[in-house]
């Protein structure tokens, strides 16, 4: 899959590869962030597999990250975005999910309930504002594009 990512990116760089509501990228920025992402589920959860949970509306970033976890040899565990906090910290701990990824949408839901199922590592993209908040009152949160 790798290989011919990489193929088409060069090829096709610029045509639509994905699209959302409020995001469309090329073959060579889908590629470019795959690895990233890819790269750094590697580094997080060295050695074999991993679990990581998905927390997070439809979306563009959402798409990639599982892909992301797919090319790392990591499971992915989809986590519904309407569920409650509880909920979600139950699934966590149940999963045995190593971190937790989460769009602007579920970002405080996401947060509590990884502080319920202690899990330390939460990932979120598009937070903006809402990072020095969620850090202040409820633990650090990375956030990544």
């Known amino acids: 899959m790798v290989h011919i990512l990489n193929q ?3 090829e ?5 590869a994905l699209r959302d509501s409020r995001l469309t990228l090329g073959w060579a ?12 589920l590697l580094q997080m959860l060295p050695g074999d597999g991993g679990r990581v949970a998905v927390f997070a509306e439809n979306s563009a970033e959402t798409l990639v990250i599982h892909l992301a976890s797919l090319l790392a040899g990591v499971s992915s565990v989809p986590v519904n975005f309407h569920l409650n906090a509880a909920e979600v910290a139950y699934i966590l701990s149940d999963s045995g999910a190593e971190a937790l990824f989460v769009g602007p949408e579920t970002a405080e839901i996401g947060v509590e309930a990884a502080q319920l199922a202690g899990l330390p590592i939460i990932i979120g993209w598009r937070l903006g504002e809402q990072v020095a908040a969620l850090d ?10």
């Open 8 to 10: 088409i990116s060069v």
């Open 12 to 16: 096709r760089g610029d045509e639509v």
């Open 29 to 40: 920025s889908v590629n470019d962030l795959l690895n990233q992402a890819t790269n750094a």
């Open 136 to 145: 202040r009152h409820r633990g650090h949160v990375d956030q990544h594009a």
